[in-house]
């Protein structure tokens, strides 16, 4: 299962190695991966290219991938939300935020 995440670059080129050195980091992590961890640089210099196409080079390898804009805190959430609807999680107690009722 996967969602949201951007298309793939038909002229995705090179950075072979770097797509090496984050599978590598990545499999450390047995449970969840969060791949943004391994990724920083100036604008526009190709993370998010890399972490697209890392992404379509493994999505075998993974139960669920989850593309989770992090540009500011309402699209991290608006995206958890959305996965969390995909999941069928029921709504609980954490989904309530802030101190609502009573004290
Ligand atoms: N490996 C690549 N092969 C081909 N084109 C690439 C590659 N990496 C980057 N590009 C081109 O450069 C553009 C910018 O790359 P990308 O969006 O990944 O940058 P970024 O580092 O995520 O930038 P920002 O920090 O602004 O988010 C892409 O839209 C793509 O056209
Ligand atoms: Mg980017």
Do not use: C
């Not at 992590?29 to 190709?46: C, N, Q, R």
């Not at 500011?72 to 069928?88: F, G, Q």
Request: neutral net charge; aromatic residues 8%; proline residues 6%.
């Amino acid at each position: 299962m996967w969602g949201s995440i951007p298309p793939r670059n038909p002229n995705f080129t090179g950075r072979v190695d770097l797509l090496h050195a984050l599978g590598d980091r990545l499999k450390s992590d047995v449970f969840t991966a969060v791949l943004p961890s391994a990724l920083h640089g100036m604008g526009g210099i190709g993370k998010t290219q890399i972490a697209v196409e890392y992404i379509y080079q493994h999505l075998g390898d993974y139960d669920l991938v989850w593309w989770v804009e992090a540009a500011n805190p309402t699209h991290i959430r608006a995206s958890l939300t959305e996965l969390a609807k995909v999941l069928d999680l029921p709504r609980g107690r954490g989904s309530q935020h802030g101190r609502s009722s009573g004290s």
